[in-house]
C-alpha cells in the first residue's frame, strides 16, 4: 500500500513550489508597477508647483511692478532637473492691452506641464 502513494508527496510538493513562485512573481510585478506609478506622480506635482511658483512670481512682478527674479531654467526637486519656460506674450483684448503669461515645467520626457494667466492693468 505504501508504494502506491510513494509519488503522491512530490506531486503536491511540486504543486506547492508552483504556487509559491506564481504569487511571488505576482506581487513583484504589483510592487514594481506601484513604484513607477508613484514616481510619475510625484514628477507630475513637482512640475505643478514649480509652474504654479513661477507664475506666482510673474503676477508679484507685474502687480507691484517690480523685478525680482523668475524661476526658469533647469531647476532640481527630489533628485530630478526640470526644465522651466516662462514666456511673456502682449496682446490687445477688445483695445485693452494684456499680458498673456505661459509657464511649462517637464523632464525632458513626456508632455510637460503647461499654464498661463493674463494680465491687465486695472483701472
Aim: aromatic share 10%; charged share 25%; net charge negative.
Amino acid at each position: 500500500k505504501m508504494k502506491k502513494r510513494h509519488g503522491f508527496l512530490m506531486l503536491w510538493l511540486l504543486i506547492g513550489v508552483m504556487a509559491v513562485t506564481v504569487m511571488g512573481v505576482a506581487v513583484f510585478l504589483i510592487f514594481h508597477q506601484m513604484v513607477i506609478y508613484e514616481e510619475e506622480r510625484e514628477t507630475a506635482t513637482d512640475e505643478i508647483f514649480l509652474v504654479q511658483e513661477a507664475l506666482e512670481r510673474e503676477k508679484y512682478n507685474l502687480a507691484f511692478h517690480k523685478s525680482e527674479p523668475s524661476l526658469s531654467g533647469h531647476i532640481e526637486r527630489n533628485g530630478r532637473t526640470y526644465d522651466v519656460v516662462l514666456e511673456r506674450e502682449a496682446l490687445t483684448v477688445e483695445g485693452v492691452p494684456v499680458m498673456k503669461v505661459t509657464c511649462r515645467a517637464g523632464t525632458g520626457g513626456e508632455k510637460p506641464f503647461t499654464a498661463s494667466f493674463i494680465w491687465g492693468e486695472r483701472s
